[in-house]
């Protein structure tokens, strides 16, 4: 029986490099020169730092762009409340998120349910959602009406097995 993976990933090396760079061009950028901004990566969260708001905004944009030249989605991207730090300073935490949770999940399989393709079945496995079909051409028309529905996080098709 034909089937397969829904999965929501984010690519670290990719976002490893992003933040590098963001780095890298924050310590040449004039209007960042002598300000003590600063964006550091942890396991999945990214660390903003800056002076003022509106230099907050300016990193929180430079992060974004080099994640889209990346190809890292915005979607995985989660941005916490922006909170005061020391010395009249602001701090961000961004959070990478990775997995289909289980609301997802039940979200998404009721969206493969209401679409009412013939012997198309969804479940749960984990961070990841195995759909498997009497017919190819079902799954390919379940991959294409997933991909044109946003649900809010990025979404991959892997494993795909006749």
Do not use: C, W
Not at 117 to 125: E, I
Not at 126 to 153: C, E, N, P, T, Y
């Amino acid at each position: 029986m034909p089937s397969f993976d829904v999965v929501s990933e984010v690519d670290l090396q990719e976002v490893r490099n992003a933040v590098d760079q963001a780095a890298r061009e924050l310590a040449t950028r004039f209007d960042f020169k002598g300000t003590g901004a600063s964006v550091e990566l942890d396991d999945h969260t990214i660390r903003l730092h800056a002076p003022s708001d509106d230099r907050l905004t300016a990193l929180r944009t430079l992060l974004e762009e080099k994640l889209v030249k990346r190809k890292v989605s915005l979607k995985a991207v989660e941005y916490a409340t922006p909170e005061d730090a020391a010395g009249s300073t602001k701090r961000q935490v961004v959070t990478l998120n990775a997995g289909i949770s289980s609301d997802k999940a039940r979200e998404l399989n009721r969206f493969i349910k209401d679409l009412k393709l013939k012997g198309v079945q969804s479940q749960a496995q984990g961070d990841q959602l195995r759909v498997s079909g009497k017919k190819r051409d079902d799954l390919q028309a379940a991959i294409a009406a997933l991909r044109d529905h946003d649900f809010g996080i990025p979404l991959q098709f892997s494993n795909f097995r006749d």
